[in-house]
């Protein structure tokens, strides 16, 4: 280990306000931001090795690709771990492309979607040296230190050519801290963070469900020790931060480890807000209960579809009766809901997705947010749509927020879905009830206030027409 060494944690410049991270890339429909889990994983393993890190997010602090790089030859990085995403691959590439001739001698290592199916073409390109697989793992740094043999969840350039290491699969894994100090001025924004600053924290990496759509279905399920989410607990509270994104998949899969980090939060006037993923079958009244206690105040839940095939087709293994049992748990429970619906499935017709409207409205959550079927690279539906002949296996560009790239289905065309998609956020928002308990919960705060008026003009811009 040597302290003089020093990591470069970069997401890079765009035209877009782009998420990369997570190996989900998508454009921000709102101007959301958060800080890139990712980038601060990477940093953690970085600095537990010794390294000195420091932090650029080009789209939050609103740089060009000029400033940027200005700003990195200023560093002088000896690596930098860049993200990268299929939203914006194009740009990301000439953006590596102009990098690597400004700062030569600095190993470059990549994160993000389109790497995972098309990494070994970006180090063959000569655009990356290397691409992590996980970004949680300890391989980029023993990379970035020279070393080339069993580096697990990396591909990398060596002498003798291009290696693919093997998955660890189902290893827990140490971080050590996560620097959220590089990251915390930063002017993030969050539609559901009821203060600022806020932190990404993740818990565990991956899901060990299998929803066909999903990338999360191809990575190795793992969790961090509690102790060390302890450390991090207390090193945000010491940064004065006290509001959460929790990045979990899906919060409380392991309900006895859930109830353990529920533990590890604090109580009263000290209690951080927070937001997390969960699914329908994995919510009850006592966990809820316990989680609006240590300070959760909004559970994210996927609905995707109310069609009954579809939910078998696309892997979700859970049901509608679910789904009408969750929302009323958390509602008296007192936890706002969102719900995720996606447009466009295969074998989906314009009435089906009419009924999932219906069933939606019915469920009557908080918040609603519909995205359309993506094909990411490394999902069971880029597979079947790709052998279908629905895409080519060129495809790069992709993102589900349907601002860029919708992709047709199998019985819809993209503008069918596109309008489909806009309907469905008409018609959930612009009811009465609605618009009114969104102003009823958000009075009391004029931060909150501000926040969901700006992000409630943009949402009727978006979907006029």
């Given at each position: 280990?040597?302290?003089?060494?020093?990591?470069?944690?970069?997401?890079?410049?765009?035209?877009?306000?782009?998420?990369?991270?997570?190996?989900?890339?998508?454009?921000?429909r709102?101007?959301?931001?958060?800080?890139?889990?990712?980038?601060?994983?990477?940093?953690?393993?970085?600095?537990?090795?010794?390294?000195?890190?420091s932090?650029?997010?080009a789209?939050?602090q609103?740089?060009?690709?000029?400033?940027?790089?200005?700003?990195i030859?200023?560093?002088?990085?000896?690596?930098?771990?860049?993200?990268?995403?299929?939203?914006?691959?194009?740009?990301?590439?000439?953006?590596?492309?102009?990098?690597?001739?400004?700062?030569?001698?600095?190993?470059?290592?990549?994160?993000?979607?389109?790497?995972?199916?098309?990494?070994?073409?970006?180090?063959?390109?000569?655009?990356?040296?290397a691409?992590?697989?996980?970004?949680s793992?300890i391989?980029?740094?023993?990379?970035?230190?020279?070393?080339?043999?069993?580096?697990?969840?990396?591909?990398?350039?060596?002498?003798?050519?291009?290696?693919?290491?093997?998955?660890?699969?189902?290893?827990?894994?140490?971080?050590?801290?996560?620097?959220h100090?590089l990251?915390?001025?930063?002017?993030?924004?969050?539609?559901?963070?009821?203060?600022?600053?806020?932190?990404?924290?993740?818990?565990?990496?991956?899901?060990?469900?299998?929803?066909?759509?999903?990338?999360?279905?191809?990575?190795?399920?793992?969790?961090?020790?509690?102790?060390?989410?302890?450390?991090?607990?207390r090193?945000l509270?010491?940064?004065?931060?006290?509001?959460l994104a929790l990045?979990?998949?899906?919060?409380?899969?392991?309900?006895p480890?859930a109830?353990?980090?529920?533990?590890?939060?604090?109580?009263?006037?000290?209690?951080?807000?927070?937001?997390?993923?969960?699914?329908?079958?994995?919510?009850?009244?006592?966990?809820a209960?316990?989680?609006?206690?240590?300070?959760?105040?909004?559970?994210?839940?996927?609905?995707?579809?109310?069609?009954?095939d579809?939910?078998?087709?696309?892997?979700?293994?859970?049901?509608?009766?679910?789904?009408?049992a969750a929302?009323?748990?958390?509602?008296?429970?007192?936890?706002?809901?969102v719900a995720?619906?996606?447009?466009?499935?295969p074998?989906?017709?314009?009435?089906?997705?009419?009924?999932?409207m219906?069933?939606?409205?019915?469920?009557?959550?908080?918040?609603l947010?519909?995205?359309?079927?993506?094909?990411?690279?490394?999902?069971?539906?880029r597979?079947?749509?790709?052998?279908?002949?629905?895409?080519?296996?060129?495809?790069?560009?992709?993102?589900?927020?349907?601002?860029?790239?919708?992709?047709?289905?199998?019985?819809?065309?993209?503008?069918?879905i596109?309008?489909?998609?806009?309907?469905?956020?008409?018609?959930?928002?612009?009811?009465?009830?609605?618009?009114?308990?969104?102003?009823?919960?958000?009075?009391?705060?004029?931060?909150?206030?501000?926040?969901?008026?700006?992000?409630?003009?943009?949402?009727?811009?978006?979907?006029?027409?």
């Amino acid at each position: 280990m040597n302290s003089s060494r020093s990591a470069l944690l970069l997401n890079p410049p765009g035209r877009n306000i782009y998420i990369r991270d997570y190996y989900c890339s998508k454009v921000s429909r709102t101007g959301y931001t958060f800080p890139p889990i990712d980038l601060l994983h990477a940093g953690a393993v970085f600095n537990k090795r010794g390294w000195r890190t420091s932090a650029i997010d080009a789209i939050v602090q609103n740089l060009d690709v000029q400033s940027t790089i200005s700003k990195i030859e200023q560093d002088r990085p000896d690596v930098i771990f860049v993200l990268v995403g299929a939203v914006s691959v194009d740009e990301d590439a000439e953006f590596l492309k102009t990098l690597r001739g400004r700062v030569p001698d600095a190993r470059l290592i990549g994160s993000g979607d389109v790497l995972r199916e098309h990494g070994r073409e970006w180090i063959n390109a000569g655009l990356l040296d290397a691409v992590a697989m996980d970004f949680s793992s300890i391989s980029p740094a023993r990379f970035a230190e020279g070393e080339t043999g069993d580096l697990d969840d990396l591909v990398y350039r060596t002498d003798e050519g291009i290696v693919t290491g093997p998955a660890s699969q189902g290893k827990a894994f140490s971080l050590g801290l996560p620097p959220h100090e590089l990251f915390r001025a930063l002017p993030y924004r969050f539609p559901f963070a009821r203060s600022r600053p806020f932190a990404s924290v993740l818990t565990d990496f991956g899901c060990p469900y299998r929803c066909s759509f999903c990338v999360m279905a191809s990575l190795h399920y793992h969790g961090r020790p509690l102790d060390e989410i302890g450390h991090e607990i207390r090193h945000l509270q010491s940064l004065g931060i006290r509001e959460l994104a929790l990045w979990d998949q899906t919060f409380a899969i392991n309900r006895p480890r859930a109830m353990e980090f529920l533990d590890l939060l604090p109580d009263g006037p000290d209690r951080f807000g927070w937001t997390c993923f969960t699914r329908p079958d994995c919510i009850d009244l006592e966990l809820a209960k316990k989680m609006v206690a240590k300070g959760c105040h909004t559970v994210i839940m996927g609905v995707e579809t109310a069609k009954a095939d579809s939910l078998e087709s696309i892997q979700k293994d859970f049901t509608t009766s679910e789904m009408k049992a969750a929302f009323p748990v958390c509602r008296e429970a007192g936890l706002q809901t969102v719900a995720t619906v996606i447009v466009g499935l295969p074998g989906e017709s314009a009435k089906d997705i009419e009924a999932t409207m219906d069933f939606v409205c019915d469920l009557d959550p908080d918040y609603l947010s519909v995205h359309t079927a993506i094909p990411r690279a490394g999902t069971a539906l880029r597979q079947n749509m790709v052998a279908d002949g629905l895409i080519s296996t060129e495809l790069a560009n992709m993102d589900q927020s349907g601002e860029m790239t919708v992709v047709s289905s199998d019985t819809l065309g993209p503008d069918e879905i596109l309008a489909l998609r806009k309907r469905f956020n008409r018609r959930f928002y612009l009811r009465a009830h609605v618009l009114f308990r969104i102003l009823r919960q958000n009075l009391s705060s004029p931060f909150r206030l501000c926040e969901q008026t700006v992000e409630g003009i943009k949402l009727i811009l978006r979907n006029a027409g």
